[in-house]
């Protein structure tokens, strides 16, 4: 069993920064592939970044060369670092663990979610 529980959101203006972090719990933790994924309202939950295990990195295209990932294995603590933010990157911004070590960009190959941190971006 592993529990994620997400910080560092909150109210920024367009064009500034935040760092978000997911903290996991369990001795495992490295074994894990990590993603982070976002919702806007009504819309569906989507892919923002995957963590390899092996701490290998892809970024979705909307956020690409404006976010990125990484994890601390040694602080079981994964971050999304975004810049530059924009307006409609606000939604809720949840970390979830795959067993699978290289992850999955459907949400379905994730087994374990946090209970997601409200981003919000004004223009």
């Known amino acids: 069993q592993v529990q994620l529980v997400e910080s560092g959101g909150g109210l920024v203006q367009a064009g500034g920064s935040l760092r978000l972090s997911c903290a996991a719990s369990?001795?495992?933790?490295?074994?894990?592939?990590m993603g982070w994924f976002r919702q806007a309202p009504g819309k569906q939950r989507d892919l923002v970044a995957r963590?390899?295990?092996?701490?290998?990195?892809a970024i979705s295209d909307p956020v690409k060369g404006r976010f990125t990932a990484s994890r601390d294995n040694a602080k079981n603590t994964v971050y999304l670092q975004m810049n530059n933010l924009k307006p409609e990157d606000t939604a809720v911004y949840y970390c979830?663990?795959?067993?699978?070590?290289?992850?999955?960009?459907?949400?379905?190959?994730?087994?374990?979610w946090g209970q997601g941190t409200q981003v919000t971006v004004s223009s």
């Open positions: 963590i390899t295990s092996g701490g290998g990195t």
């Open positions: 369990g001795r495992t933790f490295g074994g894990y592939a």
């Open positions: 979830a663990a795959s067993k699978a070590p290289w992850g999955s960009y459907s949400e379905d190959g994730y087994d374990y």
